[in-house]
């Protein structure tokens, strides 16, 4: 098991270019998210997804999209850079069954992004 | 809005002295509270969590202490070592059928054990 995975961890972007952040996990998992963690700041919702081809948005959506198409992958795309959104970026997934022992999210290695 | 509020921002302590990471929240509807560690250049792990059944859950060294009416939880690091020098997140959500995995994070704290 792999368990998240997460392309690039590095990623140098001039203001207005677009991206894609990869995020992949192999735990046959229904829920995923993204987070942006900033320094003081902790680390805040994105945008999640419950299940292949249902998504939706959380404290911070502004400036991102996403989609689902399968239950492995969970893309994030960044429309236009800003300087705003250089943060570190963190895809998480986890179960949506059982009891509070399986409520455990699974967050990959992160994505470094700096937008100049 | 912050909901949940962490404290102190870094902590330095020696080994084998005990480590106190604080948390408040306001959303009373919160109903998991997680504990995260995270390493440098790394993803937050879980470290341990707990229900507002309980109040208090021990793993190891590591203890969450849960004050349901002061709406406060806290992390206790028994015997602290180096290896335990992290950043540590505390969260929130709300478990029930419509809002489950939304977490919500403290600010993080650094903590620093020496040898």
């Known amino acids: 098991n792999a368990g998240v995975t997460q392309t690039p961890k590095f990623q140098v972007l001039k203001t207005g270019q677009s991206m894609t952040l990869q995020c992949a996990q192999d735990?046959?998992?229904?829920?995923m998210s993204w987070y942006r963690q900033d320094p003081g700041m902790g680390l805040r919702l994105i945008h999640y997804s419950v299940g292949a081809g249902i998504t939706d948005q959380g404290e911070v959506p502004n400036g991102y999209n996403v989609s689902r198409s399968t239950t492995e992958d969970f893309p994030l795309r960044l429309l236009s850079a800003a300087p705003s959104q250089t943060s570190v970026y963190f895809c998480?997934?986890?179960?949506?069954?059982?009891?509070?022992?399986?409520?455990?999210?699974?967050f990959g290695p992160g994505t470094r992004l700096t937008v100049t | 809005q912050q909901q949940v509020k962490q404290s102190p921002q870094s902590l330095i302590v020696q080994k084998g002295g005990i480590s106190i990471i604080n948390c408040a929240y306001e959303?009373?509807?919160?109903?998991?509270f997680p504990w995260y560690q995270q390493f440098p250049g790394k993803g937050p792990a879980l470290l341990i969590a707990?229900?507002?059944?309980?109040s208090e859950k021990k793993e190891g060294r590591f203890t969450i202490s849960f004050n349901k009416s002061a709406k406060q939880f806290s992390l206790h690091i028994m015997d602290s070592q180096p290896g335990d020098s992290a950043t540590y997140f505390c969260a929130a959500s709300m478990e029930d059928g419509t809002s489950y995995g939304k977490l919500t994070f403290g600010q993080g704290t650094i903590l620093t054990v020496h040898p």
């Open positions: 998480a997934s986890r179960t949506t069954i059982g009891t509070s022992s399986s409520y455990e999210q699974y």
């Open positions: 707990i229900r507002p059944d309980v």
């Open positions: 735990m046959n998992h229904e829920y």
């Open positions: 959303n009373t509807a919160f109903d998991y």
